[in-house]
């Protein structure tokens, strides 16, 4: 992704549509998953600097967990619902990321059916696409800690 191309794909998104709030995994830690920059209604991007105690071993490289939690956060703030949740997804790890590396995630959602949407978020260290993702997610009528897991598990299953 050059830098360009950013700066036109950020700009169409402020001037299309009004920047909201977030008002999902407000209590995410930033640190660990990124910072949201931007969003729009079906849209986040999300910046994540990569710190020492991502370390997976002696050279620098950075844990998956890391840049998947980033990424998955990417996409619950493109659909912002309050009690959105994961339901599946399909990633790549396409490169690695080193310590010190900033990732940015764009995240899209691509379809909506009903309380299902699926989000596609794509990661970039510079213009190198270090992940690729699709994220299918459910909103759910209250916090899914509060819901009756084992009256509701086939419900949720149906809705998948």
Partial sequence: ????????DELAHLISKEQTSLITHTKVNTNFSGEVVTINPGYAKVV??????????????????FIFSA???AAMAAVNEPNVVLASSTCLFLSPVRIGDQVTFIAEEHQK????????????????????????????????????????????????
């Avoid at 992704?1 to 036109?8: G, L």
């Avoid at 994540?48 to 967990?65: F, N, P, Q």
């Fill in 48 to 65: 994540l600097d990569t710190l020492e105690v991502m370390r997976a071993d002696e050279i620098g490289m950075v844990h998956g967990g």
């Fill in 113 to 160: 059916e009903g309380k299902k949407r699926t989000v596609h978020v794509k990661g970039y260290v510079y213009d190198i696409k270090v992940f690729e993702g699709d994220f299918k997610t459910i909103i759910t009528d209250r916090h899914v800690l509060r819901l009756d897991l084992l009256k509701n598990t086939e419900e949720l299953r149906q809705e998948l």
């Fill in 71 to 73: 990424a998955d956060f």
């Fill in 1 to 8: 992704m050059n830098d360009d191309t950013e700066v036109e």
